[in-house]
């Protein structure tokens, strides 16, 4: 069985920096497409980036030029790095993990494995 784990929130002042990691593990995990995604009190849950099997990453309007998505395929671990952080960006925030068949990578329902969340509170 296929688990993500996310660790690395927390709370931030605004213009400050944070990084989440998401794990992986379990047998057959061979997901090469990696989104993050992100939840506000209230609202749905909304697309923050995607990096694809071939390193191509996409970022939402909102968070393009101050959040970076990587991964490092030897760990099984991706990375979302945060700057400049403001208060609109507080949510959970979820790594989801599937794979390179066609669909929207933009969608959160395209997306087979989740992890838990992790909280990002930025004051202001």
């Known amino acids: 069985q296929v688990q993500l784990v996310e660790s690395g929130g927390g709370l931030v002042q605004a213009g400050g920096s944070l990084r989440l990691s998401c794990a992986a593990s379990g047998r057959g995990f061979l997901s090469p497409i990696m989104g993050w995604f992100r939840q506000a009190p209230g609202k749905e849950r909304e697309f923050v980036a995607v990096?694809?099997?071939?390193?191509?990453?996409t970022y939402a309007d909102s968070v393009k030029g101050r959040f970076t998505i990587s991964r490092d395929n030897a760990k099984n671990t991706g990375y979302l790095q945060m700057y400049s952080l403001k208060p609109e960006d507080t949510a959970v925030y979820y790594c989801?993990?599937?794979?390179?068949?066609?669909?929207?990578?933009?969608?959160?329902?395209?997306?087979?494995?989740w992890g838990q969340g992790t909280q990002v509170t930025v004051s202001s």
């Open positions: 990096i694809r099997g071939n390193g191509d990453t």
């Open positions: 989801a993990a599937r794979s390179s068949l066609p669909g929207n990578l933009y969608l959160p329902s395209s997306y087979g494995y």
